[in-house]
């Protein structure tokens, strides 16, 4: 029988994850740019997302790779950080040909508010997800099919 810890799976992972990159980057730095402005994991100021409407990424089994904005291109699997009842667009490439989606999901890993997009499945094919409205539950955005390489973060933070 197992016992009920009071967090998920997903939850446990984070916070191993997390802890993994603390040791290995060995808790350096202030959290700033060198402007005094806080900077997130991914290099962005604080300010820099809440001008962002649009994600594009790049889809493949390995992961999703960020390329608009400029300041998650590159990058894979990039934590997000979305502004509570700010709408957004989601919108990929497939680049390997295999079938993708993307969806949003909560921390329970449900879908939410039907926030996934079509599958696609043949290289270079392009999909978007409109309309997303960012709220507190939202924890992941994640591909059905690749779960376990091809999922990210979310954050969300009120103006």
Same mark, same amino acid.
């Given at each position: 029988?197992?016992?009920?810890?009071?967090?998920?799976?997903?939850?446990?992972?984070?916070?191993?994850?997390?802890? *993994?990159?603390?040791?290995?980057?060995? /808790?350096?730095?202030?959290?700033?740019?060198?402007?005094?402005?806080? &900077?997130?994991?991914? *290099?962005?100021?604080?300010?820099?997302?809440?001008?962002?409407?649009?994600?594009?990424?790049?889809?493949?089994?390995?992961?999703?790779?960020?390329?608009?904005?400029?300041?998650?291109?590159?990058?894979?699997?990039?934590?997000?950080?979305?502004?509570?009842?700010?709408?957004?667009?989601?919108?990929?490439?497939?680049?390997?040909?295999?079938?993708?989606?993307?969806?949003?999901?909560? &921390?329970?890993?449900?879908?939410?508010?039907?926030?996934?997009?079509?599958?696609? *499945? &043949? &290289?270079?094919?392009?999909?978007?997800?409109?309309?997303?409205?960012?709220?507190?539950?939202?924890?992941?955005?994640? /591909?059905?099919?690749?779960?376990?390489?091809?999922?990210?973060?979310?954050?969300?933070?009120?103006?």
């Amino acid at each position: 029988m197992t016992e009920n810890t009071g967090f998920s799976r997903r939850t446990a992972l984070k916070i191993a994850g997390v802890t *993994g990159m603390a040791v290995l980057a060995g /808790c350096g730095g202030d959290g700033e740019n060198g402007n005094g402005a806080a &900077e997130d994991g991914n *290099g962005a100021a604080d300010e820099d997302w809440g001008a962002v409407e649009e994600f594009y990424f790049d889809g493949q089994v390995s992961h999703w790779g960020g390329i608009e904005p400029a300041f998650l291109e590159g990058e894979e699997n990039p934590t997000l950080t979305l502004i509570e009842g700010q709408e957004y667009t989601f919108r990929w490439v497939n680049n390997d040909g295999q079938t993708h989606n993307l969806e949003i999901r909560d &921390e329970n890993d449900e879908v939410i508010d039907d926030y996934q997009s079509d599958d696609v *499945g &043949e &290289e270079g094919e392009e999909t978007s997800l409109e309309g997303v409205v960012a709220t507190q539950e939202m924890t992941t955005y994640i /591909c059905q099919y690749h779960e376990a390489t091809q999922v990210g973060d979310i954050t969300i933070e009120s103006e």
